[in-house]
């Protein structure tokens, strides 16, 4: 079995919130034991809505949000709440492409020196090395060598979003966390967005985690796929076993709320989930997902479930796994 | 905001607001420097009680003060005064007050309490009574001027920087730039001190008008320049009983003041506008 | 055959520029019949929000209307006096906006907001019209209404707040509801149930809905029929089945061609998606002719030059495009 590139153990990100004078002070548990890993070359799709805490995961696991509990283990490197990252080691390894092209890039930078900055910093000072290895990124993503000196504003937004990949992959990084890449950018561009980010996971071996809300890109690019509800993972599996044979009421919940003009899905409407999401700081008792969940019963509130084994490589975490669909 | 003139088929780079504000300031700068070779008079010795209260003539354009010396001559050399009080100290606020406010804002936790905690007693303190306060330890005189206001307005720059550097921080390009393997020191000077210059600057120009201005209280206290050196500051404040019967004797300096401020203030403008890679009045 | 409740026809929507005007929406026309889900569809920058901003009379400098004719109930409102115009808005038309934070008074409690309207339009006291809003709550399915008419905007989640637009809006009963993009800044799982509670609560009062927004599945699972926008002009309107099944639009063939949807991969594998090349055009750079000209995989010269007419399809449906007709 290949060596996980991403290794996380039982991660828990907590966060202190409000101040003794006013309410007490409440703990925010926004990650609260995630176990999860990523092979080199894989794509790992990661699901969830607003609250599930995707966002803390992606800053712990880029090294910028140090793990109240658990470690991160990064292509050998390991962080604890106690071990710090070594910061330079892991821009070699892990970077980002984040969602808002428009607030993404420095403003006030040309592409030249947004792409070659980063080159400079880890030590490539030879100046015909860096013109080099930045005309080449450029044009990876599609964009011409003239356009270097431009800036940001002068851009589309697609275009801009193709300059934050350069940017991400300029040093040759194993692994590539996309948040959202292509839900600020308009319809008709998304596809160029993501066949642009597939074509240079083949072309350069990467490993990706793909965050996004947009069911239908996650199922499409993803080799295995993580459902996140309130902190936890819910569900997790190979992503054909996922869609069509989701085993989580969430996960349900979400295709079921996919509007579905084909009628192709194999979920009915009577599994979306009703209410509103519950806030992080205050999860409901038992499994968090129960008061929206249709299948709700009495033990259900008592106890959170256990993450078993549905079918191998497939696991959720309810209590009626094997009764779902 | 800064206006960009038209004429027909030539766009004055930068604005208008660069060029004017730019250009007055130029004159004041060129003044000061100049003085020993553009006044008329030495504005110190050249005193002739038979001159007195002389309005404006041929032979003494601004007119004479209440001693008789020439007010041109006392304006341009009291540029030096006014500018390098203005100048310097609004540098020296500004250095202070972006450092702390970029480093308070940027690393939080106990150094921007801290920071917060100092900025908040500055700005409680009336900036001129503190002012007052250190001229009085240091004596009189343009060193120590200088010195005290350069040291008691940097709450503004410092307040402003915060704000900026907190609202900038969840930027992408920030994050990116952690991640990439910026240091902390890199991230404030390199990405986000760039962009926040534009309100700063405007920040420093009001700050050298207003130091200029702080310059005039004081030495009329008798703790800035004293007589008979003269400063556009202490001339004004000596004329204020005079203003309706001899008006030139604070019109000039007053003008003087105005035009200077004026200038930095729309040099202030348009370098924002000039650096700022979005405005529409740069260059390319 | 019965009047329409809303016929817009001919729509022209000035932009003044720099010393210059700008069509920004011409050509526009479109029917809504009584009680009817009618769908508007298109990127950002295609028109479709200022369109609706017209029907509602709400278009400020630098925007005007510039020709054409809107009619409601058989009656020309595009002309008719301000006063009119707002005791029209709210009674007979009524609008929800996309994010409801920013249109709804964050200084003042929810159920007041939603009295006001009864105070205004019916003439109600104060006392009657704050029950009348506890009901209205009630109606949008809001736990605890009597206890949530007292709280503040931000008090509450997005979806709840959007479901206080909701009850504002359709107070009085309106005809028309204007819904612009009402469920884009919401999650997944809360959307399909605001949509479902939109569709629910219309066909119940009878009112017609204008839903825009840039998701076509979503528009085409909830409307009777659909008008996909570019650049300012429609460039075809079937009924909501035969856009997915039969479009004849190469844009419109592109949008949903480039989008994964779920169930794909499965059926066919993972296919690189078809790109639309190029970027939506700013307003002030439409091309001559037909306006998707640059992008189009079918273009022709004449397309670069004239504009195409519109062409009928069956069921009332109508094309822009030399290649159909």
């Known amino acids: 079995m290949a060596e996980s590139l991403l290794s996380l153990d039982d991660l828990a990100v907590h966060f202190k919130v409000g101040n003794s004078f006013a309410g007490g002070v409440k703990t925010l548990k926004a990650v609260d034991g995630v176990t999860l890993d990523v092979k080199p070359g894989e794509c790992l799709g990661l699901v969830g809505e607003s609250g599930c805490g995707k966002s803390t995961l992606a800053l712990a696991i880029m090294g910028l949000l140090l793990p109240t509990r658990g470690t991160i283990g990064i292509d050998g490197q390991q962080i604890s709440g106690t071990t710090p990252p070594d910061r330079m080691k892991m821009a070699r390894t892990v970077q980002m492409v984040f969602q808002d092209p428009y607030a993404s890039l420095n403003p006030r930078q040309t592409v030249r020196r947004t792409l070659a900055d980063p080159l400079r910093l880890h030590g490539i000072t030879d100046k015909a090395e860096v013109e080099a290895r930045v005309i080449d990124m450029m044009a990876k993503v599609g964009l011409r060598a003239e356009q270097a000196d431009r800036y940001p504003h002068e851009f589309s937004g697609g275009q801009r979003q193709r300059i934050g990949i350069a940017r991400a992959l300029i040093l040759k990084p194993k692994l590539v966390l996309c948040d959202e890449p292509v839900s600020a950018l308009d319809v008709s561009i998304r596809a160029q967005i993501i066949n642009l980010l597939l074509e240079l996971k083949d072309e350069m071996g990467l490993a990706y985690i793909m965050i996004s809300h947009d069911l239908g890109v996650v199922e499409h690019v993803s080799d295995r796929v993580a459902v996140m509800y309130l902190g936890r993972i819910v569900e997790q599996g190979g992503w054909q076993e996922i869609f069509e044979n989701p085993r989580h009421p969430y996960t349900r919940a979400l295709i079921a709320a996919i509007p579905d003009p084909f009628h192709r899905a194999a979920i009915s409407a009577d599994a979306k989930a009703r209410g509103e999401i519950a806030s992080a700081l205050n999860p409901p008792p038992g499994c968090h997902f129960n008061p929206r969940c249709p299948l709700k019963a009495d033990v259900c509130v008592a106890e959170y479930p256990s993450f078993d084994e549905v079918s191998p490589g497939h696991r959720a975490a309810c209590h009626f796994r094997d009764r779902v669909g | ?284 | 055959m019965t009047t329409p409740l809303l016929k817009v026809d001919n729509l022209r929507i000035a932009l003044a520029g720099d010393g210059v005007t700008y069509n920004a929406v011409e050509n526009v026309s479109f029917e809504i019949g009584r009680g009817e889900a009618f769908g508007l569809v298109g990127e950002s920058g295609c028109g479709k929000s200022i369109t609706a901003l017209a029907v509602m009379g709400l278009l400020r400098r630098p925007l005007s209307l510039g020709g054409g004719r809107i009619v409601l109930d058989g009656k020309e409102i595009q002309n008719v006096p301000a006063a009119e115009m707002r005791r029209l808005r709210g009674k007979r038309i009524a609008m929800i906006f996309q994010e409801p934070m920013t249109a709804l008074n964050p200084l003042s409690p929810v159920g007041k907001q939603i009295a006001e309207m009864f105070v205004l339009h019916e003439g109600a006291n104060w006392n009657e019209a704050m029950d009348r809003a506890e009901d209205a709550l009630r109606q949008v399915r809001v736990p605890s209404p009597e206890r949530r008419i007292r709280d503040y905007p931000h008090q509450l989640s997005g979806g709840m707040r959007q479901r206080v637009m909701i009850a504002i809006a359709l107070a009085c009963g309106p005809d028309l509801l204007v819904a612009d993009e009402p469920t884009t800044a919401l999650d997944v799982t809360v959307q399909a149930e605001i949509i479902d509670l939109m569709a629910e609560l219309c066909a119940a009062k009878g009112t017609a809905v204008l839903m825009i927004s840039h998701d076509l599945g979503l528009v085409a699972n909830m409307c009777k029929r659909v008008a996909v926008m570019y650049a300012g002009r429609i460039v075809e309107s079937q009924v909501a089945d035969a856009i997915f099944a039969t479009p004849t639009h190469p844009y419109t063939q592109g949008l949903i061609d480039s989008l994964p949807r779920l169930g794909e991969r499965a059926r066919r594998g993972r296919q690189r998606l078809r790109e639309i090349s190029g970027v939506v055009p700013s307003i002030a750079n439409y091309p001559a002719g037909c306006r998707f000209n640059p992008r189009c995989p079918a273009v022709t010269d004449v397309c670069r030059t004239i504009v195409p007419e519109a062409t009928p399809l069956p069921a009332e449906g109508v094309v822009r495009c030399h290649h159909h007709g």
Not at chain 2, 140 to 155: M, R
Not at chain 2, 164 to 183: E, F, H, M, P, T
Not at chain 2, 241 to 257: E, N
């Open chain 2, 1 to 284: 905001m800064s206006l960009a003139l038209k004429i027909p088929r030539l766009r004055l780079k930068g604005g208008s607001s660069l060029w004017v504000g730019g250009g007055l300031v130029a004159i004041a700068i060129a003044a000061a420097l100049l003085a020993p070779w553009i006044a008329l008079t030495d504005p110190v010795l050249d005193a002739n009680l038979m001159n007195a209260e002389i309005p404006p003539c041929w032979e003494f354009p601004f007119g004479t003060d209440a001693q008789g010396r020439d007010i041109y001559s006392r304006i341009v050399w009291g540029a030096r005064v006014s500018l390098s009080v203005g100048i310097i100290s609004q540098v020296c606020n500004s250095l202070i007050g972006v450092t702390l406010g970029l480093t308070a804002g940027y690393w939080g936790g106990w150094w921007d309490d801290v920071v917060s905690g100092l900025t908040n007693l500055m700005l409680a303190i009336p900036s001129l009574v503190f002012a007052l306060a250190i001229m009085a330890i240091l004596g009189p005189g343009l060193v120590s001027l200088v010195i005290a206001l350069g040291l008691t307005s940097w709450s503004y720059s410092c307040r402003i920087a915060r704000a900026q550097v907190l609202s900038l921080k969840s930027q992408g390009y920030i994050q990116a730039a952690r991640i990439l393997g910026y240091g902390d020191l890199r991230i404030m000077f390199t990405q986000i001190l760039p962009n926040i210059l534009g309100p700063l600057i405007v920040i420093a120009t009001l700050g050298m008008g207003g130091a200029i201005l702080a310059e005039a209280a004081l030495s009329f206290l008798g703790l800035g320049i004293r007589p008979p050196f003269p400063s556009w500051g202490s001339m004004l404040s000596e004329a204020r009983d005079q203003i309706t019967t001899a008006p030139w004797l604070s019109v000039f300096p007053g003008l003087a003041i105005f035009f200077t401020v004026l200038g930095l203030n729309l040099l202030g403008d348009g370098l924002r506008d000039y650096f700022d890679p979005q405005s529409t009045t740069r260059r390319g």
